[in-house]
């Protein structure tokens, strides 16, 4: 029987972490985004993803942000939490060992990196990961940062027998012809969600459920809007516009990398949110700070 993921359509927020200037975590800072993020009318928000900087997270720091932001958001929208693996047998020991992770709406989960599993690989991590967890798989499949790309066939696999437990794809391949044929052969109440902000309003028109969204973080009114207007069918040629003036950020945001991109124009919008990444990660270069502040000033 397939669980309802309505919940989970429109515009997700992949949550950025603020850094101090001794790179230690601002949980004052990550709480005022959080509220702006809120009241901005995103539909959820997803902690630990990549643009939260995870990898450079000890397992301490991600069990603490994990909860406190889960506390802090306290039940006002849906949190989505990000645990992936490149190890099955320690991803699975992980998860296990996650305190109040059935408080969570979701786990997204990244094809293991690295290695580069065959389909089949893929296909037995994710249904050990289904069995383990006690919160629904959303899939995220990202061949740029995992090397291979998740087939067709190894998704609507996953999401045929698992669905009560793989609910939904992040699809961020940039294959549209993937999307569409993932939408065209999945099962009822399957989502699959944009990886991509650039890509996000085609792929709801071919039959997508939104957005797990980067620049969400900066515009999540503006954001949310053109998602709910894309979702639509009646309105969805409106989105269009609203699409076209994210453009130049679209590219600009990830020139330099992510989560460099976003965490240089929140602090142009709000300078109290610093520009701090931890290493290897380092800030965007001078030019498209410039450029960020020039649309930051623009607005949306």
Not at 121 to 135: I, L, N
């Amino acid at each position: 029987m397939t669980i309802s993921t309505q919940h989970l359509r429109g515009m997700g927020v992949a949550l950025t972490t603020p850094f101090r200037h001794d790179e230690t975590i601002d949980y004052d800072a990550l709480d005022a985004h959080i509220d702006y993020l809120v009241e901005g009318g995103c539909d959820y928000i997803v902690a630990l993803g990549t643009t939260a900087e995870t990898p450079t997270l000890t397992g301490d720091e991600r069990q603490e942000l994990a909860l406190h932001i889960l506390d802090y958001v306290d039940r006002r929208i849906p949190v989505v939490l990000g645990m992936g693996g490149n190890c099955t047998r320690a991803l699975v020991a992980e998860i296990s060992a996650m305190k109040r992770l059935d408080e969570f709406a979701a786990l997204l989960s990244v094809v293991p990196y690295y290695n580069k599993p065959t389909q089949e690989g893929m296909y037995r991590h994710f249904t050990a990961v289904a069995k383990v967890s006690p919160v629904p798989i959303i899939l995220y499949n990202i061949p740029g940062r995992s090397g291979v790309n998740m087939s067709v066939d190894t998704i609507i696999r996953l999401a045929s027998e698992n669905p009560d437990k793989i609910i939904g794809i992040k699809e961020a391949s940039g294959n549209m012809e993937q999307a569409a044929l993932v939408i065209t052969r999945r099962p009822d109440g399957f989502l699959v969600i944009s990886g991509d902000d650039s890509l996000a309003h085609t792929m709801i028109g071919l039959g997508g459920d939104g957005v797990i969204s980067v620049v969400g973080n900066a515009y999540p009114a503006e954001f949310t809007q053109m998602i709910h207007l894309s979702l639509d069918s009646e309105r969805h040629n409106e989105a269009a516009p609203l699409h076209q003036r994210f453009s130049a950020l679209y590219s600009l945001l990830f020139k330099d990398g992510n989560p460099a991109g976003i965490k240089s124009l929140l602090h142009a919008l709000r300078p109290e949110y610093a520009e701090v990444l931890r290493l290897p990660l380092v800030p965007v270069t001078e030019p498209v700070r410039k450029a960020l502040r020039a649309e930051a000033a623009k607005g949306i």
